[in-house]
């Protein structure tokens, strides 16, 4: 540690955490914008980052109706890979990848990046020819991914109960070893400093009720601090897409539906991989404070609701009974819910919309945690020149008229 950190932690620790600099500020919203980003979780602050940093913008708002990664970011398991089905998702997600693999250096912000491996499991034949499926797919575009026995998972795995007579009998599993996790919150804040550096007013607490479009061409928006005027807009709230689609007068292919997480309360480490069963509907990783972090698959209904529920611990936690035995003795100290945006082939939307001017990027649904960098990087990318970046246009929202439909409900992982 540096002179200059150990001085400023003492003198930051005797201030009573009082008299910080602000990580960002806190602007008032001007009339006009060149670009207005809605929404700021991770793939809304990773956008106005790139909008001024890569295609140098100087007039940027990113509008957020609560705090920032308050949404899915703040909420999510935080799992990071690039381990999908199709040539199109895997080579969005591996950009996502490549950029998560610099991303601390990129925004000088330690966002935890930490490339433990990510396994999925096989517990019987037809979960095994899948999975061996999908590895050569995800190999043949240059990605990594390889196949371990049973025995293999035991060792990189040992909590884990692969005996031929348990309830979900282990067979196999395939492991992605750049994949991992990383700090959720961290993500939003580095790239909100990164993007309030480079000029970019985010206003919080600032919910976008209305937008402003004239002959089929957006105009602006009405929020809850004024109207505000922007001749381009990109639209990035998750499980609010349908929302603000409704308010712009078309239908977005997307339903919202909670998906829970919990963890347990801290203890030392047992699990330096995160594992994962889309068969059993349960996945699991341990964090830096020993905590393990659980999830299920999303819940059935359609809902906004944010909260958790007894029917998925007791689901959940059953099933990894099964499958970690010494699960049992642990007390789960939290749980929550966020509402995912989930299309009908599972992959995310990006690009134009029917109104000229108004742009999207939703539907990452169970998974879009993993794609942000990437994701933001190609949407303002979209955003910046009115066209979509390559990487972007096979995810275009007009692929639900013309059937050209990425199917990776596989590759999710998690039921959705
Ligand atoms: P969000 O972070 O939800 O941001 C959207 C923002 O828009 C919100 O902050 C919201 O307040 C704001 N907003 C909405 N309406 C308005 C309005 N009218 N005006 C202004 N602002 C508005 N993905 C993975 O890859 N790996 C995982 O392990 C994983 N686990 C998950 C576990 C859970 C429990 C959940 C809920 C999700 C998980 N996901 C995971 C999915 C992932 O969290 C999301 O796909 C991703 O975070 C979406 O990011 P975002 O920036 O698009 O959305
Ligand atoms: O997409 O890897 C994923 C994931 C894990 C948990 C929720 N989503």
């Not at 804040?189 to 007013?201: N, Q, S």
């Amino acid at each position: 540690m540096s002179k200059y950190s150990i001085f400023s932690l003492a003198r930051n620790a005797l201030s009573y955490h009082e008299d910080w600099q602000r990580a960002w500020r806190s602007p008032d919203p001007k009339p006009e914008y060149d670009i207005i980003v809605i929404g700021g979780g991770g793939h809304g602050l990773g956008t106005a980052y790139y909008l001024a940093k890569e295609f140098g913008y100087k007039n940027v708002a990113l509008l957020e109706k609560g705090w920032l990664g308050g949404g899915n970011t703040g909420r999510n398991t935080t799992i990071v890979r690039s381990n999908y089905l199709w040539d199109e998702s895997a080579a969005l997600y591996e950009h996502a990848l490549k950029l998560w693999e610099g991303l601390s250096q990129e925004l000088n912000f330690n966002v935890m990046f930490s490339q433990r491996g990510v396994m999925n499991l096989a517990h019987n034949l037809h979960d095994w020819r899948e999975l061996n499926r999908r590895v050569h797919a995800i190999r043949l575009n240059g990605i990594d991914s390889e196949i371990l026995t049973a025995a293999q998972v035991k060792k990189e795995a040992p909590i884990f109960n692969v005996s031929p007579d348990s309830r979900y009998p282990i067979m196999g599993a395939s492991i992605q070893r750049r994949g991992g996790t990383a700090r959720h919150d961290a993500v939003a804040w580095g790239y909100a400093r990164a993007a309030d550096a480079r000029g970019v007013d985010i206003i919080q607490n600032c919910e976008v009720t209305g937008l402003t479009i004239r002959n089929g061409k957006i105009e602006g928006v009405e929020t809850t601090r004024g109207a505000i005027r922007a001749k381009r807009v990109g639209v990035v709230v998750a499980g609010h897409s349908s929302v603000l689609a409704d308010m712009a007068g078309f239908r977005m292919p997307v339903e919202s539906n909670p998906l829970q997480a919990l963890v347990s309360d801290p203890i030392k480490p047992v699990l330096d991989c995160v594992v994962m069963s889309s068969a059993v509907h349960v996945y699991v990783s341990q964090s830096d404070k020993g905590e393990l972090v659980i999830g299920a698959g999303s819940d059935l209904h359609v809902s906004y609701s944010q909260r958790g529920s007894f029917d998925i611990v007791e689901g959940i936690m059953g099933a990894l009974c099964e499958l970690v035995p010494m699960v049992s003795r642990l007390k789960m100290m939290r749980q929550w819910g966020g509402i995912v945006d989930v299309t009908p082939d599972r992959s995310p939307i990006i690009g134009k919309t029917p109104i000229d001017g108004l742009f999207v990027n939703c539907g990452w649904g169970t998974g879009g945690f993993k794609a942000t960098p990437g994701s933001a990087h190609v949407f303002a990318a979209t955003l910046a020149k009115g066209e979509p970046h390559r990487l972007a246009e096979p995810f275009a929202l007009d692929r639900f008229h013309s059937g050209r439909l990425i199917d990776e409900a596989g590759a999710a992982a998690v039921a959705h």
